[in-house]
């Protein structure tokens, strides 16, 4: 997590290539230093709201594919360690499994000291039940660590969404206060 | 979701208030989230529930229980005890998540607090 001071302005600029949206100490400022009049300000504060939305919508399937990816690793684990317990009993292992969808079929596995794992892109290889479980537990570590970057990462993008949120209602506020102001001169001088 | 709106008309806002709107925004995500779990707990919970009693109910001496993705044929003794670590698991999980839940709503409480305190009508915090 980004952290940062309470007397300073961010002092981080970008994570991740998700650019921090600054925040605004005095609209009056901001609008003069950017040479921006309202309208444009505004417009330029919307669009870097829509792309935050975008990047957020990304990082949030990429957190659901991981949310789901953890279980089904989680499940592996479980079948690996179930074969190995069965493995000092020197009983079968007797199995119901999924054939097709709604057709199952009765299994009896019996001595073993492999078993293969899906790695994906077509490519199943053997294992023994120790490296088996070994290298299902780095998958699941590193699925487990990738996912608390993430998490990490939508909360300063939500973070940066919020400030841009505030940055334009102030600015939109700042130039209704203006206008009231002006009109109110303007009724004065008249 | 919870919209920290602003529509004062001179209000200031510091860097401290920013970030205060800032964790509220974060506070809400996370009960939302937690809500969410604790909903699939509870279920989980529910189904382990009716699960062991569907075992004591039956009169087989092996019972089909998933694994992964298979259903191993298992006597029914290792059975309840499976079902049984697994309802203190969740019940343990659930209960991990209800305390998760207390605290966040006691953080939202004190930062509403402060933050209608500053803003009073000019912020929204409530949900829509």
């Given at each position: 997590?980004?952290?940062?001071?309470?007397?300073?302005?961010?002092t981080?600029?970008?994570?991740?290539?998700i650019?921090?949206?600054?925040?605004?100490?005095?609209?009056?400022?901001?609008?003069?230093?950017?040479?921006?009049?309202?309208?444009?300000?505004?417009?330029?504060?919307?669009?870097?709201?829509q792309?935050?939305?975008?990047?957020?919508?990304?990082?949030?399937?990429?957190?659901?594919?991981?949310?789901?990816?953890?279980?089904?690793i989680?499940?592996?684990?479980d079948?690996?360690?179930?074969?190995?317990?069965?493995?000092?009993?020197?009983e079968?292992?007797?199995?119901?499994?999924?054939?097709?969808?709604?057709i199952?079929?009765?299994?009896?596995?019996?001595?073993?000291?492999?078993?293969?794992l899906?790695?994906g892109?077509?490519?199943?290889?053997?294992?023994?039940?120790?490296?088996?479980?070994?290298l299902?537990?780095?998958n699941l570590?590193?699925a487990?660590?990738?996912?608390?970057?993430?998490?990490?990462?939508?909360?300063?993008?939500?973070?940066?969404v919020?400030?841009?949120q505030?940055?334009?209602?102030?600015?939109?506020n700042?130039?209704v206060?203006?206008?009231?102001?002006r009109?109110?001169?303007?009724?004065?001088?008249? | 979701?919870?919209q920290?709106?602003?529509?004062g008309?001179?209000?200031?806002?510091?860097?401290?208030?920013?970030?205060?709107?800032?964790?509220f925004?974060?506070?809400?995500?996370?009960?939302?989230?937690?809500?969410?779990?604790?909903?699939?707990?509870?279920?989980?919970?529910?189904?382990?529930?009716?699960?062991?009693?569907e075992?004591?109910?039956?009169?087989?001496?092996?019972?089909?229980?998933?694994?992964?993705?298979?259903?191993?044929?298992?006597?029914?003794?290792?059975v309840?005890s499976?079902?049984?670590?697994l309802?203190e698991?969740?019940?343990?999980?659930?209960?991990?998540?209800?305390?998760?839940k207390?605290?966040?709503?006691?953080?939202?409480a004190?930062?509403?607090?402060?933050?209608?305190g500053?803003?009073?009508?000019s912020?929204?915090?409530e949900?829509?």
């Amino acid at each position: 997590m980004a952290s940062t001071s309470a007397s300073e302005a961010t002092t981080v600029t970008e994570r991740r290539g998700i650019p921090a949206a600054s925040f605004v100490e005095d609209v009056q400022t901001y609008l003069s230093q950017s040479g921006l009049d309202v309208n444009s300000a505004l417009a330029f504060l919307q669009e870097r709201l829509q792309q935050y939305r975008v990047v957020e919508m990304k990082l949030l399937a990429q957190q659901r594919d991981l949310q789901a990816k953890i279980p089904d690793i989680e499940k592996c684990l479980d079948v690996v360690a179930t074969l190995q317990a069965k493995k000092g009993t020197g009983e079968a292992l007797i199995a119901d499994f999924e054939v097709s969808e709604g057709i199952y079929s009765c299994a009896r596995i019996e001595d073993y000291d492999y078993v293969c794992l899906w790695l994906g892109a077509n490519v199943m290889l053997e294992y023994s039940c120790d490296e088996a479980t070994s290298l299902l537990q780095k998958n699941l570590e590193n699925a487990k660590a990738s996912l608390e970057i993430l998490v990490a990462d939508l909360q300063f993008l939500r973070d940066q969404v919020t400030i841009t949120q505030v940055t334009i209602a102030r600015v939109y506020n700042w130039d209704v206060h203006q206008r009231r102001a002006r009109q109110s001169v303007q009724g004065n001088d008249s | 979701m919870q919209q920290a709106g602003t529509s004062g008309s001179d209000m200031e806002v510091t860097w401290e208030d920013q970030q205060n709107i800032n964790k509220f925004g974060r506070l809400n995500n996370r009960l939302h989230e937690l809500e969410d779990e604790i909903k699939a707990a509870k279920e989980t919970n529910d189904n382990l529930e009716d699960a062991s009693n569907e075992l004591i109910l039956t009169d087989e001496e092996v019972v089909r229980f998933q694994i992964g993705e298979v259903f191993a044929h298992v006597p029914k003794e290792e059975v309840e005890s499976r079902i049984e670590e697994l309802k203190e698991a969740t019940s343990k999980n659930l209960e991990k998540l209800e305390e998760e839940k207390e605290s966040v709503l006691a953080q939202m409480a004190e930062l509403k607090k402060v933050l209608y305190g500053k803003f009073k009508d000019s912020i929204n915090l409530e949900e829509d």
